[in-house]
């Protein structure tokens, strides 16, 4: 396995492994102080895990299957030939064929509640369909991105229903993943883009930004968080970056975690707003806004 | 031969590929991991010959050389590309991550306004599924019109011994590009249907050696004739059914199953350029004969963890 990974770095061009392109002020002193590890579990046994969970809380007392399962994920499965999305299909009985997204880190859930609210739209028969991320980074793999971030282990899943009853209903969503003039995998945040991609998001769902309840940023780095938000014209003093030092940044599956604990924390009326917005590695941008339906 | 069913939603409008130059003979092969002579004769009598070796050199540079050769040969815009999708089968066959290989393509290739990500775990059927997820987003409105589907593996460093499926097929290494447009031009993709066997989602046993299928005849049969439905067709009207580089002996019962007469199974490819992963039946759609005007041809793959892939497109 070492050899097949060892591969992999080297087909990476040469790079200065520090190296972090945006367009704001250092942010070393922004990035997590510890990361979450896993040591035990695979990629996939954690995804199976939360998967498992996300179903047995969901609302509803036939318990059925999810029609679909998306994976999205960064790093690689330990067991090399294992699909993450099959054993999630195999083990929670799902329809339609799984899959993963893959190659757009924190943008990746994005692209799958897109994928996932298109999907409905077009077949009336598909009714649920379970979003997961996952990630679990291994020797000889850096969790150190440049001086933007560190890279956490862990996994989370939504689960996305066509309903007509309570629940948090998907304005609009938004990926872009802008060209680089230069083929590079440095890592590189567009602060411009983001900001384009959240406005965007804001004027397609007929809203101002401060009309938003909830602004949930990545957990990648504070003062990025804290500058694209402000940038945007978002309400800050809203903004939901709950103790950002402790677990890293979660990557494909940050978005959904950190939806997850915020959806734990509140009481949400009827109207609220939250908006979601991410980035991946190289430039990569996203943005999403649910409104809560209370009846 | 009945219209079909649907008028297509995209059009498979150009194909190109990029093998390594060098080429392994099986007997070489077999040498080389240690392997009795009679694995290499057991392969040849499957119709296994040899494989492009990249000796594990980068899939990305091959991948860049598909796109490179597709983007050049179809005379496409590279500002027109909406939508640039890296797919493969090996999850290593990518830059290490969190490095972006499809960024990578994209910015190499000069695809500036191109949504670029990953379609994978459907392994060599990734291709295929890459083509559903981009058919969803445009029925669905997006600002698709025209996208791009790379496939791409290598054999990793320390893998060749793992190269053969069974005795039925030896990996190749290689890359192949696929232009999709929006609509109904050449090649219309008037059936596509996926089909998952759960039960093999690990893929391989602890030897790393595929898991053999006991249902495997059966479901891909049953996916082909799925394909074949969508596009309202019977089997006997196929033009040519385009394989992928597995298990020749076994075509012949498929072709039975499907009431295709066994010379329109395209076999030109099969021994010359070994299982090219998910690219092969694009490949072959590329080098078969030309269908007539209005004239279908089917196209197959299946890969490990019990993924199965047709589709069906109007020449």
């Known amino acids: 396995m070492r050899s097949v990974y060892d591969d992999t770095l080297r087909w990476r061009p040469e790079v200065d492994p520090g190296s972090v392109h945006h367009s704001a002020s250092p942010r070393g002193t922004a990035m997590p102080e510890y990361v979450a590890c896993e040591s035990r579990l695979l990629l996939s ?28 994920a960064t790093s690689f499965e330990d067991d090399l030939a294992l699909s993450c999305a099959g054993r999630l299909h195999s083990e929670l009985g799902s329809t339609g064929v799984p899959f993963a997204f893959g190659q757009l880190q924190g943008a990746s859930f994005f692209l799958a509640l897109q994928m996932v609210s298109d999907m409905m739209a077009n077949d009336e028969r598909m009714h649920s369909a ?46 872009r993943t802008p060209g680089r003039p230069m083929p590079s995998p440095d890592v590189c945040v567009d602060e411009p883009v983001l900001v384009e991609v959240i406005g965007q998001t804001c ?93 | 031969m009945p219209a079909p069913a649907h008028d297509p939603v995209l059009s498979l409008s150009g194909v190109a590929f990029s093998l390594p130059a060098q080429t392994v003979d099986a007997h070489t092969w077999a040498r080389r991991c240690g392997f009795p002579e009679a694995r290499a004769s057991a392969l040849l009598e499957n119709g296994v010959q040899r494989f492009h070796d990249a000796v594990a050199n980068s899939p990305v540079a091959l991948a ?64 295929m599924a890459a083509i559903r997820v981009l058919r969803v987003l445009t029925i669905a409105g997006r600002p698709i019109q025209r996208a791009i589907v790379v496939c791409a593996d290598v054999m990793g460093s320390g893998c060749d011994h793992l190269r053969a499926i069974q005795d039925l097929a030896l990996h190749s290494d290689g890359a192949c590009a696929l232009l999709l447009e929006r609509g109904g031009g050449h090649n219309g993709i008037v ?41 309202g067709l019977r089997g006997s009207e196929l033009a040519h059914v385009l394989p992928h580089h597995v298990n020749l002996p076994g075509w012949s019962r498929l072709m039975t199953m499907l009431s295709v007469p066994q010379e329109r199974l395209y076999t030109a490819n099969f021994s010359r350029l070994g299982h090219v992963f998910g690219a092969d039946p694009f490949i072959n759609l590329h080098t078969a004969p030309r269908g007539q005007p209005g004239s279908c041809s089917l196209l197959f793959s299946s890969g490990l963890a019990g993924c199965f892939g047709a589709m069906v497109i109007r020449h």
């Open chain 1, 130 to 175: 379970l979003i997961v991320g996952a990630e679990r980074w291994l020797p000889p793999f850096s969790r150190q991105v440049g001086a933007l971030t560190a890279l956490g282990d862990g996994a989370a899943a939504a689960l996305v229903t066509r309903q007509v009853g309570p629940g948090w209903r998907v304005l609009n969503v938004n990926v």
């Open chain 2, 64 to 127: 860049c050389e598909a796109v490179s050769a597709l983007l050049e040969r179809t005379g496409t815009s590279r500002v027109s590309v909406d939508a640039l999708i890296y797919t493969h089968t090996i999850q290593s066959s990518v830059m290490a991550p969190p490095a972006g290989t499809a960024a990578f393509v994209q910015s190499r290739m000069g695809l500036d306004r191109a949504l670029a990500f990953s379609v994978m775990q459907q392994n060599c059927v990734s291709p």
């Open chain 2, 191 to 231: 059936g596509l249907h996926l089909y998952t066997d759960g039960r093999y989602f690990r893929g391989t046993d602890d030897d790393l050696q595929p898991i053999p299928d006991d249902r495997y005849y059966w479901s891909a049969f049953a996916t082909m004739r799925a394909a074949l439905r969508q596009a």
């Open chain 1, 203 to 295: 004027t397609q769902s007929a809203l101002k930004p401060t009309e938003i309840s909830w602004v949930v940023p990545p957990r990648i780095n504070t003062t990025l968080a804290c500058d694209v938000s402000a940038d945007a014209r978002l309400p800050v003093w809203r903004m939901w970056y709950p103790e950002p030092r402790d677990i890293g940044y979660l990557c494909a599956a940050d978005a959904l975690t950190q939806l997850h604990v915020l959806l734990q924390s509140i009481a949400p009326t009827d109207g609220q707003r939250i908006l979601l917005w991410a980035t991946g590695l190289q430039a990569q941008a996203a943005c999403a806004i649910l409104q809560y339906c209370g009846s």
């Open chain 1, 45 to 72: 046994d954690m995804a199976s895990m939360v998967a498992k969970e996300t179903m047995r809380r969901a609302p509803g007392k036939d318990n059925l299957p999810p029609d679909q399962v998306i994976v999205c």
